[in-house]
């Protein structure tokens, strides 16, 4: 926890209200996600109980599993989601982007929200369960079954980059906008998380998530179920549709499970929609449309993959070389992620400056005519001092940007205890001895630099699939697909 992170939960456990951690909002929201609340059975780890899911909030579509610990009944869920989940996606490809010439894009991408971090592992685990099964051949599923599969490990692979708004929990995109009172644990509970941000009237953010923690009131977000509920409503009510004795009985005793599941699942399908509507008060941020751009790219690419047959196959596991790729991808798509957030926002960018890795400061004197003529070419090299109250730690040659001007790099020359001197390039115009007007800061300007940068960052190297070294394992063997595959556990 960072130290402003801290100081504003301090605030919120004196006020009894949740305080802001960002100016902006950091993560697209789109117009149509797909809210998805899915509920397992206890002591299974991934059999799936109900879910509750769609696009609207006022109507809501309810699954049900009648008899979890049956396969066929499993599967049949997992082929009414799938009815569900790939109409949304189709949906999202029915366009393409008119703003690009150079390459084909769709207008939208899906966005899946679920409830929690638990919500995200379900995601994962039925996706993983079902994206190998086939339509033919033993265990027979139906065709939508292993291509909803794919979908879900699409989207739970995407969770994983910094930045994607394709599949979101709930809790971390509210945790990382405002700060409670609250533990990180308590915080994890979706109903006492809006209790400190959007208390009822008449209640602070304590008194509401007192209540808010009552499972009569608020029951658990799932995917788990609350013990009480299990024991003294659930198993009652699959243990009477087992029992029913014919086709009326057994069509009664569904219902009221159906009844007895929508009544745990609608107060989390409320608070899901009452979380977008706060989150979409916020502004975006200046980076979040072109985040969600990429998504667009990726989703568009694996769209067309799949309709054509090319898409890459999803292993169970990566390979030594491709997990050392995706490692590499991910840590410098969060130093860009983290580099974005900071320049969109000045709470975040303090955070830096309270680690010396960034400075306020005002500009004391200014060489905006300064030409380097070391180089091959004389070229336009203007210096700034910045006399900053800020600690700074950084060294002579770090890179700079500014969020004023952010095609503009800045290098440190030199730094002293309350003066630092800055090398700009580049975002001056083209004339090699006079700068753009306004391009160079002047004297007497507030500016602020970080050591964050939105700059390309050249990939790792590493050896090809065929030359792994022995020390990870060798090459690894070629999978193909076999009957063995229906056979997978629901873990």
């Known amino acids: ?76 869920f997992v082929a009414q989601l799938a009815r569900v989940v790939l109409s949304y996606v189709d949906s999202c490809a029915r366009s393409v982007d008119p703003g690009q010439t150079t390459k084909v894009r769709y207008a939208e991408a899906p966005q899946v929200l679920v409830p929690n971090r638990g919500g995200v592992e379900f995601v994962r685990l039925l996706g993983r369960s079902t994206r190998f099964r086939r339509p033919f051949g033993p265990y027979p599923v139906h065709r939508t079954v292993p291509l909803l599969g794919q979908w879900l490990t699409f989207l739970r692979e995407r969770a994983d980059h910094p930045g994607s708004a394709t599949l979101l929990a709930m809790t971390e995109v509210l945790g990382a906008h405002w700060a409670t009172g609250q533990s990180g644990l308590e915080d994890a509970n979706l109903a006492a998380l809006l209790a400190w941000i959007d208390p009822p009237d008449g209640l602070d953010g304590p008194a509401a998530a007192a209540l808010a923690e009552d499972p009569l009131r608020s029951p658990p977000a799932g ?89 890459l196959p999803q292993p169970r596991r990566d390979s030594a070389v491709a997990a050392a790729g995706r490692l590499d991808r991910l840590e410098r798509e969060q130093a860009r992620y983290d580099a974005q957030r900071a320049l969109d926002d000045p709470l975040v960018m303090a955070e830096f400056r309270l680690s010396g890795e960034a400075f306020t400061g005002t500009v004391v004197a200014a060489s905006p005519n300064r030409v380097d003529t070391s180089g091959k070419k004389a070229a336009l090299r203007p210096h700034i001092t910045v006399q900053t109250d800020d600690p700074v730690r950084l060294e002579p040659g770090a890179q700079l940007v500014s969020p004023a001007r952010l095609a503009q790099q800045a290098v440190v020359v030199s730094v002293s205890s309350v003066d630092v001197v800055l090398e700009l390039s580049k975002g001056m115009g083209r004339s090699v001895k006079n700068p753009a007007p306004g391009s160079v800061p002047a004297v007497g300007e507030r500016v ?36 063995l595959d229906a056979q997978e556990d629901w873990s």
């Open 448 to 483: 602020t630099y970080g050591p964050v940068t939105d700059a390309y960052q050249p990939p790792g190297r590493f050896p090809s699939r065929e030359d792994t070294p022995w020390t990870h394992g060798g090459p690894p063997p070629e999978v193909q697909p076999s009957d």
């Open 223 to 311: 995917p788990s179920t609350d013990p009480t509920f299990d024991n003294e409503i659930l198993a009652p009510a699959l243990a009477t549709v087992s029992r029913a004795g014919d086709e009326h009985a057994r069509d009664r005793a569904v219902a009221a499970l159906e009844a007895a599941l929508s009544e745990q699942l609608q107060p989390t399908w409320d608070l899901m929609w009452q979380a977008v509507r706060l989150l979409r008060r916020r502004p975006a941020g200046a980076s979040v449309e072109a985040r969600w751009g990429v998504d667009r790219d990726v989703f568009t690419m694996y769209h067309m993959s799949l309709a054509e047959g090319t898409a």
């Open 1 to 76: 926890m960072s130290i402003l992170t801290a100081l504003a939960r301090a605030e919120a456990a004196e006020s009894g209200r949740a305080q802001p951690l960002t100016t902006v909002r950091h993560t697209h929201v789109a117009d149509r996600p797909l809210v998805l609340v899915p509920l397992t059975l206890a002591g299974e780890a991934a059999a799936p109980l109900a879910a509750m899911a769609g696009t609207d909030p006022a109507a809501p579509r309810l699954l049900v599993v009648a008899n979890p610990r049956d396969r066929t009944q499993r599967f049949e």
